[in-house]
Structures are given as structure tokens and as C-alpha cells.
């Protein structure tokens, strides 16, 4: 596509399109379909099928793949939590389906350490579910597990980043799943974006995990795409829970908005057998050249600081922090922010939640983009 076709049917539109340079955010669209994903998608249209059926051989070639027990197709890891949050509240039992969002006479308390809140943690209360946090701001010990585990808790859930330092101040997934399971209660486990290296796609339920859940996106799916992996208890039970479930089975559950098509189903297929082929290193190589190539412009600059993320775990590999002085440049990083989206193009980029600098990605970044990047920034700053 040209410089002057970028955008053009957004454009028509009205719509004003934008250099993304935060990654795969679901702000923006969340990702670009590759090549084999469309290939795959265009195929499925050829025929009809009934998606119960798809559904579940969909999942097994995942879990063939993977080398775990079972997996399902959702519309994205949010839906893959909620559902999995209603499998463990009403199981398998038609009739307790079809009570949810009320969960009376159900466990229904989905226990969390206080320090790993999160502000995804909200898709696994909407299908009727409490969250209850255990241990408080300064960490978590075993105790506090043992303590808060009852008749009312229906899962005990935990947030793998592998990309960030460990928190020594909360308990290890090894932990949680050793004390949960001798309290006879199931755990789940947001790695959404836990991809990369492969041994840690899929090994939260390897190590004994009832649920962990995955966003398909970050592999060249479709956005709205995700899938749960686990027990085949856990998975079929998603099952029942979901849109299929609803119109396969005439079972009214709290699944039927979590709708994927025929389309996205065999996309994700496709999107997880490229993955498992994929040569990484050199994956790895263009996001570490193109991170360099913003970066360039911006060396010996007064006033700004540049420099590799050289973290290749999950979704995300390499980027760039960048940060700006206002001493010097006359503006903050947060302006500078403001600067890059108010121009021509518009540049999109935010400020890291974990420190103050500016966190860019080249995840959905176009040929040529990530220099235009690092020569606004530049011009920012030097204008």
C-alpha cells in the first residue's frame, strides 16, 4: 500500500487512522491478521459448519499442538476467563447454567492475592462471581491461602507476566496450586500473553493449572480472538457455558455474547500452527532492527534519553523507553505524548504504567513507520 492509500478507507469515512506505536492495544485494534490467518479465514468461507463440531476439533488440534488436555476457542482471553469463571461456579449442570449470572446455592468467591489486582480481573466477576483477595499490600503467605480457601470459593486465581521482575512478596503459582488442590478447589491463570519462549505456551496448565487463557491476537489472529486452555472437565464445561452451548444445545447460559465465527475459528488455528513453526530468532531480529531504527534519530538529542527494551518474554519483544526532560526540552513526557497523537501523522504511544517514560512497541508498527517514529520524536523535540 502507498503512503497515500494508508488509511484511505478510514479516511472516507471520517474516521482519522494512526501510527500505532503502543503495541497490541486493544484501543487501537489489537492486531493485523497475517498472511496464513487470512489465507485460512478466507477458506472457511467456502462451507458452512456446525460451529459445536468445529469447535471441538478446532480444540483438539490446539491441544495436540501444545501438548495439553483441552482447549477452546473464545472471542478473545477476557471471554476465555469469564466463561471459565461460570465453569467453575456451575460446572457442568444444565439447570445451574442456566441460573447464572444469580449463584445461589453455588460456590461462587474467586479468590486473588491483593497484590496481583489487575485491571483485567474484572471479566471473571461478570458472570456472577465475587472476587476476594487474600494477604494485603506488603504480599501473601501460604497461611493466608489456607485461610481464605472455603465451601464458597469456586477457583483460586493468579497473573503470570514472565516479562517482568518476580514479586518475591506473593505466592508462586507452584505454591497457589499446591495449596489450592489439597483444598480440593481449582485454579486459573491469566498468561494471555505468555507466548514466548515456547516452553511457556501452555505451561501454567503443564504444571498443574485447571485454566490458563491465551489472546490469540498476539500471534497474528484476528483481535477478537483468544482460547482457554486445561482439564477436558474445565474445557468442556467452557463448552456448555458457551454461544454453541446456548444455540447446540438450547441451553440458555451466560456465553451467547462471547459469539466467534466460523471465520476466526480456523484463523486461530492457523494463527497457533505458524506460531509453533515460526523461525523466532529471526522475528526476533526485525523487532530488535526496527526498535533500532527509532532509536538512531534520537541519540545525542539534549534532553532525551533513549534506549533498547531488550525483553524478548511474550507478546511484546524489544521496543524502546524513551523519556524526555523537562528541564531541558521544555515539556514532559506526558506532553510529549500529547505531541506525537496531536501530529501529522498521528503517533500513538503512552506512557508506561510501570515507570515514567514513554513504552513504544513496533508489535503494529508498518514498513517505514518505525523511522517516521523515531524522526517525530526527534522533531518534537528539536522544533
Known sequence: MTTADWGSIYKKMGAKPVINATGSVTLLGGSTPVPEVKAAMDAADSAYVPLIELEQVAGDQIAE?????AAYITSGAGSALTLATAAFMAGADDDKI???PDTTGMPNEILIQKRQRYWYDRCLELAGAKLVEYGDENGTTEDDLRNAISDKTAAVHQVIYEQKPTDPNVLTLEQVIEITHAAGKPVSVDAAGQIYPLENFGK????GADFQCIAAKYMGAPHSTGFALGT???IDAIGRHSFVGYEGRRIRGIGRPHKIDRQEIMGVVAAVRRWMTLNHEDRLSSAEAQSQSIIKPLMGLPGVTAELNTNIKGHQPF??????D??????????LVTKLRDGDPSIWTRVSLDAPVLEIHVFGLGDGQAELVGNAIADAVTG
Open 65 to 69: 499442538m501444545l501438548g495439553v488436555p
Open 98 to 100: 442456566q441460573q447464572l
Open 204 to 207: 501454567y496448565v503443564k504444571m
Open 232 to 234: 477436558k472437565e474445565v
Open 319 to 324: 521496543g524502546v523507553l524513551v523519556s524526555v
Open 326 to 335: 523537562p528541564d531541558v526540552v521544555g515539556f514532559t513526557n506526558d506532553d
